[in-house]
């Protein structure tokens, strides 16, 4: 099993950054890729951003230029530096480790204010 922890959400006006943050413990050797999804009110989850072992990455077109995920694998971290924020941004971002199956951890809320 792997378990992860989100942090580094919060309140930002439209144009602003965060950076969020997951932590993997747990059989961490299994993990091929890691991920940010997100949902926002009223609607399904979806990827944002994924990265897997090797590095290679993949993004929403609706992030792509502005979002920029990374993992750190020494500290089994994954980031989402994410700037340029808008409002439509605003939602429940989700760690995912997918290893065969798929762990995701609690969720962080991110707000951006217009």
């Known amino acids: 099993q792997v378990q992860l922890v989100e942090s580094g959400g919060g309140l930002v006006q439209a144009g602003g950054s965060l950076r969020l943050s997951c932590a993997a413990s747990?059989?961490?050797?299994?993990?091929?890729?890691m991920g940010w999804y997100r949902q926002a009110p009223g609607k399904q989850r979806e990827l944002v951003a994924t990265?897997?072992?090797?590095?290679?990455?993949n993004y929403a077109d609706s992030v792509k230029g502005r979002f920029t995920i990374s993992r750190a694998n020494a500290s089994n971290t994954v980031y989402l530096q994410m700037n340029s924020l808008k409002p439509e941004d605003t939602a429940v971002y989700y760690c995912?480790?997918?290893?065969?199956?798929?762990?995701w951890g609690k969720g962080t809320l991110v707000t951006v204010a217009s």
């Open positions: 747990g059989s961490i050797w299994r993990i091929n890729t």
């Open positions: 995912n480790a997918y290893y065969g199956i798929n762990s």
């Open positions: 990265i897997t072992t090797g590095g290679g990455t």
